[in-house]
């Protein structure tokens, strides 16, 4: 953080922005996606203290520095279980989709304990799982994704514009109240609710009651067309 900037204002841009990451995680609930709900609110729970013990200079059960690599994991393993939902496996091949969820999380752990400050280490694993989707679909489904294309524009305009503040807002000291790394946490939360419905049902649907289908169904908008 630079230094002299108010408290107040650090706790609106880096705490109180969380609060754009909570819709997803209601999404996700009812939709009875557990792993996916799980994963989210880690990251979601990991993300905030961190940012609360940074912002006031404290500890909350842990210091700043352990929540931060808990942050890390949570970040890493929910892109992980997010291209994993990408990849399309969860009605085809249900058992592939659970056990490469679990390798996902599994990777996030091992990697954050070797070297958590290495950003290598962040950025690695996160474009191998980003490779999952081409390999399922090249070789397992054998076809185009089936992606609705206005989720998949508007999740990826903005999930763009959360990554680049992200990388400005790097730089500390010449990020004033942490203007940059809010946007991180607005644009990033605003993204999810599409990303997490890009791809046409019912295959994102495996695995869930017929009453709780009929609620996915109902939060897609029906006048999207697919990718292909």
Not at 83 to 100: I, Q
Not at 110 to 124: C, G, K, S
Not at 169 to 191: C, E, K, N, Q, T
């Given at each position: 953080?630079?230094?002299?900037?108010?408290?107040?204002?650090?706790a609106i841009t880096m705490i109180a922005t969380h609060a754009f990451f909570?819709?997803?995680?209601?999404?996700?609930?009812?939709?009875?996606?557990?792993?996916?709900?799980?994963?989210?609110?880690?990251?979601?729970?990991?993300?905030?203290?961190?940012?609360?013990?940074?912002?006031?200079?404290?500890?909350?059960?842990?210091?700043?520095?352990?929540?931060?690599?808990?942050?890390?994991?949570?970040?890493?393993?929910?892109?992980?279980?997010?291209?994993?939902?990408?990849?399309?496996?969860?009605?085809?091949?249900?058992?592939?989709?659970?056990?490469?969820?679990?390798?996902?999380?599994?990777?996030?752990?091992?990697?954050?304990?070797?070297?958590?400050?290495?950003?290598?280490?962040?950025?690695?694993?996160?474009?191998?799982?980003?490779?999952?989707?081409?390999?399922?679909?090249?070789?397992?489904?054998?076809?185009?994704?089936?992606?609705?294309?206005?989720?998949?524009?508007?999740?990826?305009?903005?999930?763009?514009?959360?990554?680049?503040?992200?990388?400005?807002?790097?730089?500390?000291?010449?990020?004033?109240?942490?203007?940059?790394?809010?946007?991180?946490?607005?644009?990033?939360?605003?993204?999810?609710?599409?990303?997490?419905?890009?791809?046409n049902l019912p295959a994102a649907l495996g695995g869930v009651g017929g009453?709780?289908?009929?609620?996915?169904?109902?939060?897609?908008?029906?006048?999207?067309?697919?990718?292909?």
């Open positions: 953080m630079a230094k002299g900037d108010p408290v107040w204002a650090l909570v819709p997803n995680l209601f999404t996700l609930f009812r939709r009875r996606w557990h792993f996916e709900f799980f994963i989210s609110c880690f990251g979601f729970t990991t993300s905030l203290f961190y940012h609360t013990c940074q912002v006031f200079q404290s500890e909350l059960f842990l210091n700043e520095l352990q929540w931060h690599r808990l942050d890390n994991i949570g970040a890493i393993a929910a892109f992980g279980v997010w291209f994993t939902y990408l990849a399309d496996l969860r009605e085809s091949h249900p058992g592939w989709d659970m056990a490469v969820k679990y390798v996902v999380l599994t990777t996030a752990i091992l990697l954050q304990e070797r070297d958590p400050w290495n950003v290598d280490f962040t950025i690695a694993p996160i474009v191998v799982f980003g490779s999952l989707p081409l390999w399922t679909h090249s070789f397992v489904h054998r076809r185009w994704p089936r992606y609705h294309r206005r989720q998949f524009l508007l999740g990826w305009l903005l999930l763009g514009i959360a990554i680049a503040g992200f990388i400005v807002g790097l730089d500390d000291d010449h990020d004033p109240y942490r203007m940059f790394h809010s946007v991180w946490h607005i644009a990033g939360g605003m993204s999810l609710p599409y990303l997490w419905s890009m791809v009453a709780a289908a009929v609620g996915v169904a109902a939060m897609v908008p029906k006048d999207v067309s697919s990718v292909v």
